[in-house]
């Protein structure tokens, strides 16, 4: 257990010349720098929208507002979720920690899905690829460029929450519970992968087939082993998140959450901006 007495403060480290945590300074330093690389593609895409080329793709007949507004929204409630991930922590309360860390990487994989699911309907069903035209060569660079920030903010929030269940030292003095988190991290993103296949699976067909018991029945014979793994997998993880003693986690390591906390904040206030730009401002011509 932990040996610290009295409260943490989490926002200013008296070690530092600056008086702010140095995991801190330097996530602020990285994400300056992704402020103007992601201002640097929003640009480029705005500027190239202002002289679209003769004979080009019309995007209010390729974008779904639909879609992109659940997506939006998911994105808006995962952000919700990481603020109280960081005030459980500080707060030393690491089972409120866990399940809003675990609900935050939900979020972040249904945007994903809803981001593949949208990209593949682009390219087969409206034909815009990244080459093809100036609209999907912006696009597709923009938005998938805060996709692969989001794929990594779910693979840090992943390690975190396996990080939550290390054993404190005066359990586990062996060292075993590498191995076993790393089989505990393997399963996470197993079980994430695999129910974000069976979905997809599950919208392919509906749209395919409709509501209909066709469609079930095909999505089940398609997806079989995608269900059981992630059914496997979900119950592996039941297995690993039980209690077994004290952990190596608490109020200490604050500082480690709002570090990504601010990551993930930054990819969802940019992802505002991105939906604005993006999508909304086509509607408002």
């Known amino acids: 257990m932990s040996s610290h007495v009295g409260p943490i403060d989490h926002h200013h480290d008296p070690s530092t010349a600056t008086g702010i945590p140095n995991k801190k300074l330097l996530l602020w330093a990285f994400l300056a720098s992704d402020c103007m690389f992601f201002a640097t593609l929003i640009s480029s895409h705005l500027i190239y929208r202002l002289h679209p080329p003769a004979g080009g793709l019309d995007p209010k007949a390729v974008f779904s507002l639909e879609l992109t507004s659940f997506s939006t929204f998911i994105l808006l409630m995962s952000s919700l979720m990481m603020a109280l991930a960081v005030t459980a922590i ?162 200490r390591h604050a500082i480690d959450v709002e570090s990504m906390g601010l990551y993930w904040h930054f990819v969802d206030i940019v992802w505002i901006v991105i939906f604005t730009a993006v999508y909304l401002l086509e509607y408002l011509k």
């Open 90 to 251: 500080q707060k030393n309360n690491v089972k409120s920690c866990r399940w809003s860390l675990l609900a935050t990487i939900v979020f972040g994989m249904i945007f994903l899905g809803c981001q593949v699911y949208e990209f593949e309907h682009f390219v087969v069903a409206k034909k815009m690829t990244i080459s093809n035209s100036l609209l999907g060569t912006t696009f597709y660079t923009l938005t998938g460029t805060h996709g692969c920030h989001v794929a990594i903010g779910v693979l840090w929030l992943s390690l975190m929450y396996v990080r939550s269940f290390k054993a404190a030292p005066s359990v586990d003095k062996t060292g075993a519970w590498l191995g076993k988190n790393l089989i505990h991290v393997v399963v996470l993103i197993a079980a994430l992968l695999l129910s974000l296949k069976a979905t997809l699976g599950l919208v392919h067909a509906l749209e395919v087939n409709g509501l209909t018991g066709n469609a079930i029945a095909l999505f089940f014979k398609a997806e079989f082993l995608s269900l059981a793994g992630t059914l496997v997998s979900i119950g592996i993880l039941i297995a690993f998140a039980r209690a077994s003693g004290p952990v190596d986690f608490d109020e």
